[in-house]
């Protein structure tokens, strides 16, 4: 991947920090996108030939502006990840058409505009896509409405894309994380802390007993998975959705 370009949604922190990191690592130069300029600005200094783009994905024009910002600064584009978009958790009675909405702007619509945008670039490229959906989407939760629809929908996604791609020379590919160590794990680890009078480090082990694991992943797998999906050793892989959650998914 050495010379390559990458752009990076979500990566102002988490697991698009992460792949971030790991793409520059592997010699890439890579656009971090997010909302939050400082942390992107702070994050992207410390990278080598990294770029970044403030910007908010539920805007129509702003995955246009994105990529055309990544080809800009490197003058073509290899591998896009979207990454970029969590969604709320809760009673479905409770969830109005906003929190709807919203779920489906930034995860799933940012990631349709981004790979539209992104597409002739990497068509001209040979390039990559890699959605990063989540486990979700496999295994349905009745607190998890919002996010498990969105999850499934970028499966389906990637399956279409990669129909597209094998005529265009793209590949296409899908990474499920399961419960991986980021803020978010961390607020559903406090949450039900909170619910069940729980010490902090009781509710973690009983989050992941729950889920069937032996412990929670870290940022840097998802990264790993992601930079085998993007290099030539994967270059007969096409449509394939990855589940990295420990082994919480046990259905064929």
Known sequence: MRGGAALVSGASRGIGLAIARRLAAEGMRVLLLARSAEALAREAAALPGAAWLAADLREPEAAGRAVAEAVARFGRLDLLVNNAGATQRGDFLALDDAAWA?????????????????????????????????IGGRLASADFTIGGSVNAALMNLTKAL?????????????????????????????????????????????????????????????????AFLAGKEASYVQGAILDVDGGWNRAL
């Open 102 to 134: 919203d779920g489906y702007a930034l995860k799933l619509f940012g990631a349709v505009r981004l790979t539209r945008a992104a597409w002739p670039h990497l068509r001209a490229s040979g390039g990559t896509v890699v959605m990063i959906a989540g």
């Open 162 to 226: 990669a129909d597209r791609g094998v005529r265009d020379g793209v590949r296409v590919a899908c990474v499920n994380p399961g419960s991986i160590r980021t803020d978010r794990l961390a607020r559903r680890i406090e949450a039900l802390a909170a619910a069940r009078g729980l010490s902090p480090e009781a509710a973690a082990r009983a989050l992941a007993e729950e889920a069937g694991v032996a412990r929670f992943g870290a940022p840097e797998e998802i990264a790993a998975a992601v």
